[in-house]
């Protein structure tokens, strides 16, 4: 078997990218299935950038047709050229804004649902150990950030830089002599450049773990309003939530601030390099062979390149964002799943169930949840563990279905250990009612036949509602099966939750049935009609029953009384109160609050 230290390298991610450029090149292969909107973006941006040079080849025709006197012959063909340059400039911008656009959506849909696909497979673990708000904010907020990356991102460095690439060929054709002392300020804003680039990654990381406080608290919020209305927490969620979202708008301002400084230093570095060309150019040993016409449409394309090169510096915010955004996706999506090296195929288990010196520790706790279990519960009856909260009582329950792998000791389902059988066939063999009702907002169709359910007949679904006393209610609804429960069911009493769970449970049919309190939120009157249709759906199943009130379980074949996580006790109901022990001072407790 595993031991808890495998456990705990299942929430562990497999390795770090070396680089951010790694990182965004891993981004760029979720462009691969949309190729052709990249293309045909690239093809937008292409003509765009081809005007801009163009524009300033008119300019020096423009400029030498007036020198020449020409302009009589002209007066229709630069007009036309105009428009047909803008005309162009147009459809390259839709072409390139709107398919890049595609691509970005494609990859963002993508990366979520494998993100889910993802978060569906992951240990329990990994559940309890990150808030809800985290995973919310890793699936929304990240996910936006990757689109700024591949759609800002991408359209700047290819329709800017395009444009660069035009403009810096036609100043060469021009004059190379002039171009070269343009490019020497180049270095220079690659300075700039890299040193932002550094610190808009740490502040983008930043601000997402801000982001992710910001929706855990708001989740949380949510979730309890009702607590923290009567126990007057809303004063504290307030200071809780200003707290988050300060942090949050710090770092985005540091961000800005970063931004704003970087934008104005390149504009600077840009002038001193057009108030220095500008100097060489009107010297007569370099200008000599060029026509106003040239030395216009020279500057001009000098000038025009301030735009372009200030938008490809202030895209790397937008870049970097996205690779720390990246790096927190890809980290999620390189956690090692559920581990399931099971081999052995099922169709339906007998259930006999034998715990052999079994031992199990959380990762991360301090000391085990339970201590050498021992105990052997036959094919098609009932065990009812009983205890003190904390006891260990719902561990052994969870372990059945392999929530979490044991360190010590085996467990074994018809003779078989756990981790010989294949994952999702074992789950399919058990049924579970647990002590916080999940429900899905849907119908109540919807949550009875849940999951590997769904297709089932309604006859089923009512055969199922009925058996758990749960049809009576459901026919006074005025929408009966298709009445929609709403999140986790708050439109419905608890009792109704509760009722509907176990026709869930019932409807499966399976040879293990899990019940964690299962009837712990019912009125009395509706606890014995359940109690009679559980006893019943407990016939020839291997049931574990967890239960607090020990009237529910004085039928259970083995009772096992569970203290610190150990057995303690076990026996029939008869067997333990003639013992005298720890069960007879449970029940007499009970029996004595009960009576007044």
């Known amino acids: 078997m595993q031991k808890n230290d495998s456990v705990e390298k299942e929430t562990s991610s497999i390795k770090e990218p070396a680089t951010g450029m790694q ?89 979520r649902t494998n993100m889910f696909n993802k978060l569906v497979l992951l240990p329990s673990s990994y559940y309890h150990s990150t808030p809800t708000g985290r995973l919310l904010a890793k699936l929304t907020y990240n996910t936006e950030q990757v689109i700024g990356s591949i759609t800002q991102a991408i359209r700047i460095l290819l329709r800017e830089g395009m444009t660069v690439v035009g403009l810096l060929g036609y100043m060469i054709y021009m004059n190379w002599r002039l171009t070269l002392l343009f490019l020497l300020v180049v270095p220079l804003i690659g300075l700039v450049v890299s040193y932002a680039s550094k610190r808009f990654r740490r502040l983008s990381a930043r601000i997402q773990n801000a982001m992710g406080g910001v929706t855990d608290v708001a989740s949380e919020a949510i979730k309890g309003h009702e607590v923290v209305k009567i126990f007057g927490g809303s004063q504290y969620e307030i200071e809780r939530f200003h707290k988050a979202a300060a942090e949050n708008r710090r770092s985005q301002l540091k961000m800005e601030k970063t931004k704003a400084l970087n934008v104005p230093i390149v504009q600077f570095i840009l002038a001193t390099a057009m108030a220095i060309l500008i100097w060489f150019a009107l010297s007569p040993s370099i200008s000599s062979n060029m026509t106003s016409g040239d030395f216009i449409a020279f500057i001009t394309a000098a000038g025009m390149l301030g735009k372009p090169i200030r938008q490809l510096t202030d895209v790397n915010s937008i870049l970097q964002k996205g690779i720390a955004a990246s790096y927190s996706i890809f980290e999620f999506l390189d956690m090692q799943e559920e581990v399931d090296k099971g081999g052995i195929s099922i169709d339906r288990l007998k259930g006999d169930i034998e715990w052999q010196s079994m031992s199990f520790q959380y990762p991360g706790a301090d000391k085990p949840a339970l201590k050498n279990i021992t105990l052997n519960l036959p094919a098609g009856k009932t065990l009812a563990l009983v205890g003190r909260s904390g006891s260990g009582k719902s561990t052994m329950a969870n372990l059945i279905p392999r929530f979490y792998d044991f360190g010590e000791g085996d467990i074994k389902i018809d003779g078989v250990s756990l981790a010989d059988y294949k994952l999702t066939e074992l789950r399919s063999n058990i049924a579970l009612v647990n002590q916080q009702v999940v429900l899905f907002n849907g119908t109540i169709r919807d949550n009875i036949a849940y999951g590997g359910l769904n297709g089932v007949s309604d006859d089923d679904v009512v055969a199922a509602a009925q058996a758990a006393n749960a049809w009576g209610f459901i026919q006074e609804l005025d929408h009966g099966l298709d009445t929609m429960v709403g999140e986790n069911g708050v439109l419905l009493s608890g009792g109704q939750r509760q009722r509907i769970a176990i026709a869930r449970a019932i409807l499966k049919n399976s040879p293990i049935l899990i019940l964690d309190e ?4 019912l009125d009395t009157e ?38 610190h996580g150990e057995i303690i006790e076990q026996g029939s109901h008869s067997e333990l109160l003639a013992m005298n022990g720890a069960y007879a001072q449970l029940h007499n407790q009970q029996f004595s609050e009960t009576s007044a």
Do not use: C
């Open 526 to 563: 509706s606890e014995r009609a359940i109690q009679t249709a559980l006893e019943n759906l407990m016939v020839n199943r291997t049931t574990i029953a967890i239960a607090h009130r020990l009237s529910t379980i004085e039928n259970a074949d083995i009772i096992a009384v569970v203290d």
């Open 518 to 521: 299962a009837t712990s939120a």
């Open 23 to 111: 990182t965004y090149f891993r981004l760029l292969t979720y462009v691969r299935p949309s190729w052709g909107y990249l293309l045909l973006s690239i093809i937008g941006y292409v003509i765009y950038a081809a005007m801009e040079p163009a524009l300033a080849a008119l300019l020096k025709h423009m400029v030498d047709v007036v020198s020449e006197g020409k302009i009589t012959e002209s007066r229709l063909v630069i007009p036309a050229a105009i428009l047909g340059i803008f005309i162009l400039r147009g459809i390259g911008t839709f072409l390139g804004s709107y398919f890049m656009a595609q691509v970005a959506n494609n990859v963002v849909f993508d990366l």
